[in-house]
T-cell receptor, first 112, second 116 residues
Framework: KAGVTQTPRYLIKTRGQQVTLSCSPISGHRSVSWYQQTPGQGLQFLFEYFSETQRNKGNFPGRFSGRQFSNSRSEMNVSTLELGDSALYLC???????????FGPGTRLTVT | AQTVTQSQPEMSVQEAETVTLSCTYDTSESDYYLFWYKQPPSRQMILVIRQEAYKQQNATENRFSVNFQKAAKSFSLKISDSQLGDAAMYFCAYRRKTGANSKLTFGKGITLSVRP
């Protein structure tokens, strides 16, 4: 089975721009979660989707949003980028809510 | 709120030796999952081992085993016969089993180096 894939792998954006990151889960997995990883804050939970509905949400501003499609693929969007949004964004999929999660390789976002 | 604490930021082990990574957590739930994830320099998070809280038996995966002490809320990872490829950052994580807010909560991680 193919693992979790994330595109793009690397991204450089300018402050004020917006960005969309994509995640394709493992086949058969219906839950997708997003995490932000930075050296200072560690791994922080952004949101989790299951059956196209957001089930859990972390403590991030409204500039961070996401969605899930009927094929379980997910996208997250960050609008009005700030320098502090520079991070590794990790996507993880699981069979359902509360099951173990399998991670993708991440998208490295740099905001200049 | 659930919290996960990894108090040792770094550890080092000689190749072929055994090392134990510590983790404590806090929760009011009785049924939950605990995980250890490995993140090598490639940054790919890899699931190492999983423990279900209601199972008394400690989980084992090849050279990796855990010591789960539910009453003490302790969940340590033992790596036997350490190999150079074990060098990575290791994260302990907690996940509530049911209901809302079943997000994965991570500790800050521990950097493990393996000396040849």
């Amino acid at each position: 089975k193919a693992g979790v894939t994330q595109t793009p792998r690397y991204l450089i954006k300018t402050r004020g721009q917006q960005v969309t990151l994509s995640c394709s889960p493992i086949s058969g997995h219906r839950s997708v979660s997003w995490y932000q990883q930075t050296p200072g804050q560690g791994l922080q939970f952004l949101f989790e989707y299951f059956s196209e509905t957001q089930r859990n949400k972390g403590n991030f501003p409204g500039r961070f949003s996401g969605r899930q499609f009927s094929n379980s693929r997910s996208e997250m969007n960050v609008s009005t980028l700030e320098l502090g949004d520079s991070a590794l964004y990790l996507c993880a999929s699981s069979l359902s809510l509360s099951y173990e999660q399998y991670f993708g390789p991440g998208t490295r976002l740099t905001v200049t | 709120a659930q919290t996960v604490t990894q108090s040792q930021p770094e550890m080092s082990v000689q190749e072929a030796e055994t090392v134990t990574l510590s983790c404590t957590y806090d929760t009011s739930e009785s049924d939950y999952y605990l995980f250890w994830y490995k993140q090598p320099p490639s940054r790919q998070m890899i699931l190492v081992i999983r423990q279900e809280a209601y199972k008394q038996q400690n989980a084992t995966e090849n050279r990796f085993s855990v010591n789960f002490q539910k009453a003490a809320k302790s969940f340590s990872l033992k790596i036997s016969d350490s190999q150079l490829g074990d060098a990575a950052m290791y994260f302990c994580a907690y996940r509530r089993k049911t209901g809302a807010n079943s997000k994965l909560t991570f500790g800050k991680g521990i950097t493990l180096s393996v000396r040849p």
